[in-house]
């Protein structure tokens, strides 16, 4: 699939020759703007794979639009095209989250390679983020369900194997996570956990 780009520079000669090239080498232009806040706003209706953001720009400069883009999760990722590249824009350029950054004039051989570089690493960001979401559900999880087997226990008088056998078969009869049934004993007996807690 092609991905997906915005151009976002108040310089009209630049958009076209960025779209040139993008267009050249397979990627899709989705959309061409001249302002920081028409990149935030044609962001939040493609959701497109890459933003390259020109620094100074009217209504929003590059570096806030870059910012609300990244922090609302409006694209894959963002590319700063700038002119300077002292260290103070470098500074809020990785703080705003951006995730890659070439310096105008703008050549294929330096703007495809952070394009590239940059969708990789954005990949194994997300890829990492996703471990870290499963990672803490299964830990959520577990919690649960060991409230859930010290309901049974206390209540039912079984012991912590039977508990968790219990909560087993009933989800695997369901067809149900245990979590979810852990979560139903634990609502079923939210007045026997009231007494538990005082």
């Not at 409006?74 to 890659?100: F, H, P, Q, R, W």
């Not at 859930?148 to 056998?165: N, P, Q, V």
Request: aromatic fraction near 4%; charge should be negative.
């Amino acid at each position: 699939m092609n991905k997906r780009v915005i151009i976002a520079d108040d310089e009209p000669i630049t958009r076209m020759d960025l779209e040139e090239i993008l267009t050249e080498h397979g990627y899709r232009v989705v959309g061409s703007v001249s302002t920081g806040l028409d990149a935030v706003e044609l962001s939040r209706k493609e959701n497109p794979d890459i933003v390259l953001m020109d620094v100074k720009m009217p209504l929003l400069d590059g570096i806030k639009a870059s910012s609300i883009i990244n922090s609302e999760k409006l694209a894959g990722c963002v590319i700063l095209l700038t002119a300077y590249s002292d260290e103070d824009i470098i500074n809020k350029a990785i703080k705003a989250g951006v995730m890659g950054y070439v310096v105008k004039p703008i050549s294929v051989s330096s703007l495809l390679p952070a394009i590239e570089v940059s969708l990789a690493k954005q990949k194994e960001i997300d890829g990492i983020k996703d471990e870290v979401t499963e990672l803490k559900e299964k830990i959520e999880g577990r919690k649960i369900i060991e409230k859930a087997k010290g309901i049974l226990s206390k209540k039912e008088g079984l012991s912590e194997k039977e508990s968790y056998d219990y909560i087993r078969k009933i989800a695997m009869d369901k067809g149900y996570k245990m979590v979810k049934v852990a979560n139903a004993i634990i609502l079923d007996n939210e007045e026997f956990n009231d007494e538990q807690d005082h």
